[in-house]
């Protein structure tokens, strides 16, 4: 049987072969901190991302809001221009001697001189 042979292998340990370890090195730690700076630098946009998300939302959520509160607004504002409608035109019937006559005679029976006033007297039909 032949025995097993052992060849040892040198590494030549020239300048050039150092030169390309030293590169390589520098070259991995490069990528690793690049790796770092990407990896915080997607963190960090990731939490800005989520902030923005959430103040959109919630400004979005308030304009709904003060929408809603405007249209309820609105209503009450139409109703009030309804009553100060109603109210000047009261107003002006109020200004008619005519229609304060009338009112008097009809309310208070008052009558002029010489008129006869007759009231209706209200009969509730069962």
Same mark, same amino acid.
């Given at each position: 049987?032949?025995?097993?042979?052992?060849?040892?292998?040198?590494?030549?340990?020239? %300048?050039?072969?150092?030169?390309?370890?030293?590169?390589? +090195?520098?070259?991995? $730690?490069?990528? *690793?901190?690049?790796? /770092?700076? #990407?990896?915080?630098?997607?963190?960090?946009?990731?939490?800005?991302?989520?902030?923005?998300?959430?103040?959109?939302?919630?400004?979005?959520?308030?304009?709904?809001?003060?929408?809603?509160?405007? %249209?309820?607004?609105?209503?009450?504002?139409?109703?009030? +221009?309804?009553?100060? $409608?109603?109210? *000047?035109?009261?107003? /002006?019937? #109020?200004?008619?001697?005519?229609?304060?006559?009338?009112?008097?005679?009809?309310?208070?029976?008052?009558?002029?001189?010489?008129?006869?006033?007759?009231?209706?007297?209200?009969?509730?039909?069962?």
């Amino acid at each position: 049987m032949k025995a097993a042979r052992t060849t040892d292998v040198r590494h030549i340990r020239s %300048e050039y072969v150092q030169s390309q370890e030293v590169y390589e +090195k520098f070259r991995k $730690k490069r990528r *690793k901190g690049l790796m /770092r700076r #990407l990896v915080a630098f997607g963190i960090v946009l990731t939490v800005i991302v989520g902030f923005l998300t959430s103040i959109i939302s919630s400004k979005s959520d308030q304009i709904d809001s003060k929408l809603t509160q405007k %249209e309820h607004l609105e209503q009450k504002l139409r109703a009030s +221009k309804e009553d100060e $409608k109603a109210l *000047k035109h009261n107003i /002006r019937l #109020l200004h008619d001697k005519d229609y304060i006559g009338d009112i008097a005679r009809r309310d208070f029976l008052l009558s002029k001189k010489g008129e006869i006033i007759f009231s209706k007297l209200d009969i509730d039909s069962h």
